[in-house]
Structures are given as structure tokens and as C-alpha cells.
């Protein structure tokens, strides 16, 4: 193109620090300002109706992140989001008063992957998705592409009825920023101790007792446990198990807080309830050359392939316990999980790697927004007669017990 290409973002919540919104930034940052012109728009949480997770506001370290790399930052004023109705509406927004679809070439946004407001009233301008969880799928005619952070969840959207032609998997593009940080062995009075933990949100929804319960049974005058963050419930574990050794530390977005705190660290020892699809947390634990051992999940097991050979996934407590106390006491199995942990990193996180791959994405989408469109109009068309007729036809069975019952009285 002669001109730059123009990129709009969109996200609730989007200049926030959750893994989602930090995909979304770290893009919007690093893309070629010389070939690519970003508008970056966002939200402050807003009242939920229904039941929902509160999301975090706007974290100012990552919006001067974006403006200092030249990302034009918007503000988009909401009072609720309707999570009672589908599509999960807005209430009382100015969204369509600042943004206007056809000033832009493309549009990027992340998400669970169902019928979304404000993208349902997008219907021109060529959509790049990203889904974040496995919660729906949506073939509306304009999502142009659909990026999978891993393989597993990809597959598994496809076989809900996702459209595997627009489909292509991207893993997270992680920006290591060169910012002072220094081991905090010595300051905890740590020296000589095999150091396991893992930083977490205070989230008592994700909480995973696997971990502590592990860790509880291998624990011994040279080891230690860290918890950066966290919720209560990991504090009140620790207390109930009795464990002795054991560090709890404020969460923090600070960057130079958390690589002292991986620095730390000999094993990242992940838990959580939920799973993973795929982690910025477990990304930088492989970078700093982190063993990893987790467990699987009955919700999203995309860990397990983000890990591959950098560390290990159990499935109970005493497996997590058997290789927590491997990697203490045989030296050069750590070694090899931690060169394997680096290795990893630079094959799937890399920042210009993936962020050349994303690019090279959005060039395909200008100059091919909507390939094989008879195909997207009959996967489209399935959608539709899906979400109307399922439901409808549990509508009209039910009507017909409901007549039968009425007859034998």
C-alpha cells in the first residue's frame, strides 16, 4: 500500500494488566509505526448486570507503555455492560460516536470467541480476532482471521463449528523490557534453598489447592515457597497445611518487581483451577530459564502444549509432589528442563517473531479481507439456523410434554 495501514484496537477493560489486554498492548506497541497507524480503544469497568468478573481499571505503567511508542490511545465512556442479554450489550456508551469503522483497514480485539458487542455492529470493516478462552464461536461474514494462542484451543473451536479456513494459531508475543531487577535470595535470606512459586492474581475463582498440598510434602530446611500475589484462600491453605517455609509478597505490575521476583525462583510451580490456554506468566518464567510443573485442568489444558519439554504436567497431587522433589535433589534434571525452558521461549514467545507473524497477518487481511466467501456465507448461515433452531426445537418438545402431562390428569 502506498499509505499506512490503519488498525483500530478494541477491548473493555483494554488498558488493564490482564493477559488478554497485555496481548493486545504489546501489538499495539510493537507493530512498524512506519508501515501501520494504531488507534487504541478502551474502556474503564464498568456497572456489570448479571453475574460477571469484575475487571481490573486501567493500569497507568501500560498506558504510557502504548503512548510512549506511539499508540493513540481513546477513552470510550460506558456505564454497564447487560450480561443477561446475548451478545452481551453495552449500556449507555459513546463507542459509536468516537469510532467510526470505516476510518480503519482492519480491526483487532480479544475475546472469548461468541457474538460480542460492539463487534455485531461491525459489520464492513475486516474483524482480526483473537480468542483468549473457549467460551463460543462466532463466524459473523467480516471476522477476517482468528488468531489461536495454541493449537489445543484452535482444534477445539473448530470442532465446535469454528471455521478452520480463517483460523491460524500465534503465540504470545512477549516483550522482555530492559529494566533493573535483581534476585531476592539474599533480601528473603534464601541463599543455598531450591526457591518454587508462581505469581497470580487475587482471583479466589482460580485458586488451585494442588500446588501447596505438593509442595506441603516434600517441604524440608532447604527448600522454600513464594507467592507473589495470590488470593486468600492460598494464605489460608498455607496456614491449615501448617507450612513453615513459605513467602507471601504483594502483587504487583511493576516489571522490575516481578523479574526479581522469577529471578528468584529455581521452579516456577504453577496451579490453577481453571487451566490455561496460554500464559504471559508461564511465558516469562521460560524465558528466565524457569523449569515448569503444573497440573491439568477440567476447563482449558493449553498449558500442557505451551509447556512441551521445558517441565511437566501432572494430573494429582502426589505426581506435583514426586516432581517437585525430582528437580530438588537431581541437579542436572533441573538443568535440562531449565535449557529446555530457554529454548522454548525463543521458538514460541519471541517478540520479533511473532510480531513479524502478526504483521505479515494484517498485510494478508488488507489485501484479502474475505477469501472463499461463498464458504463464509454457508458457515455463517449454519451458525444462525444453530443458535435458532436448537433452542426452538427445545422450546417446542417441551411444549409437547407439557400437553401429554396436561392429557393425564
Not at 463487534?119 to 463460543?136: E, Q, R
Request: hydrophobic fraction near 35%; include cysteine; aromatic fraction near 10%.
Amino acid at each position: 500500500m502506498d499509505r499506512k495501514i490503519r488498525v483500530a484496537f478494541v477491548k473493555y477493560c483494554g488498558l488493564s494488566s490482564g493477559g488478554t489486554e497485555k496481548f493486545l498492548q504489546t501489538i499495539a506497541a510493537n507493530l512498524d509505526k512506519s508501515r501501520f497507524e494504531v488507534d487504541y480503544f478502551y474502556t474503564e469497568p464498568a456497572r456489570i448486570i448479571g453475574e460477571g468478573i469484575n475487571h481490573n481499571g486501567t493500569d497507568i505503567v501500560r498506558a504510557d507503555y502504548l503512548r510512549k511508542h506511539g499508540v493513540n490511545i481513546i477513552e470510550v465512556k460506558l456505564d454497564a455492560v447487560d450480561l443477561t442479554k446475548r451478545t452481551y450489550p453495552w449500556v449507555s456508551t459513546d463507542f459509536f460516536d468516537v469510532f467510526n469503522e470505516n476510518d480503519y483497514d482492519l480491526i483487532q480485539t480479544g475475546r472469548g470467541g461468541y457474538p460480542e458487542y460492539p463487534f455485531t455492529k461491525i459489520c464492513n470493516t475486516p474483524i482480526v480476532d483473537s480468542l483468549h478462552l473457549l467460551a463460543g464461536v462466532d463466524n459473523q461474514y467480516n471476522i477476517s482471521r482468528v488468531i489461536h494462542i495454541t493449537d489445543w484451543s484452535r482444534r477445539i473451536w473448530e470442532r465446535k463449528g469454528g471455521d478452520k479456513m480463517r483460523s491460524v494459531v500465534i503465540y504470545h508475543p512477549m516483550e522482555i523490557q530492559a529494566v533493573p531487577f535483581h534476585s531476592l535470595k539474599e533480601e528473603l535470606g534464601l541463599v543455598g534453598k531450591t526457591v518454587f512459586g508462581f505469581h497470580q492474581r487475587n482471583d479466589r475463582n482460580i485458586f488451585s489447592e494442588i500446588p501447596l498440598a505438593a509442595y506441603k510434602k516434600i517441604e524440608n530446611s532447604n527448600t522454600h515457597f513464594i507467592l507473589l500475589g495470590g488470593s486468600d484462600k492460598h494464605r489460608e491453605q498455607a496456614r491449615a497445611l501448617e507450612i513453615s517455609n513459605i513467602t507471601f509478597l504483594d502483587y504487583t505490575s511493576d516489571i522490575s518487581r516481578i523479574y526479581s521476583f522469577l529471578t528468584t525462583l529455581d521452579v516456577y510451580a504453577h496451579g490453577r483451577k481453571d487451566g490455561e490456554v496460554n500464559s504471559t506468566a508461564m511465558a516469562e518464567a521460560l524465558h528466565f530459564g524457569l523449569p515448569i510443573i503444573s497440573h491439568t485442568s477440567d476447563i482449558h489444558n493449553g498449558h500442557v502444549e505451551c509447556i512441551s519439554n521445558a517441565g511437566v504436567v501432572v494430573n494429582t497431587v502426589d505426581e506435583y509432589a514426586e516432581v517437585i522433589h525430582k528437580l530438588q535433589n537431581d541437579t542436572d534434571y533441573l538443568t535440562t528442563l531449565s535449557e529446555n525452558a530457554k529454548v522454548r521461549f525463543n521458538e514460541k514467545y519471541d517478540l520479533q517473531t511473532q510480531i513479524k507473524l502478526i504483521e505479515d497477518l494484517y498485510t494478508s487481511v488488507v489485501k484479502d479481507p474475505f477469501p472463499h466467501p461463498l464458504r463464509r456465507k454457508i458457515t455463517a448461515w449454519r451458525l444462525r439456523r444453530f443458535l435458532v433452531y436448537i433452542p426452538m426445537k427445545i422450546v417446542s418438545l417441551t411444549i409437547k410434554k407439557i400437553q401429554k402431562l396436561i392429557k393425564s390428569i
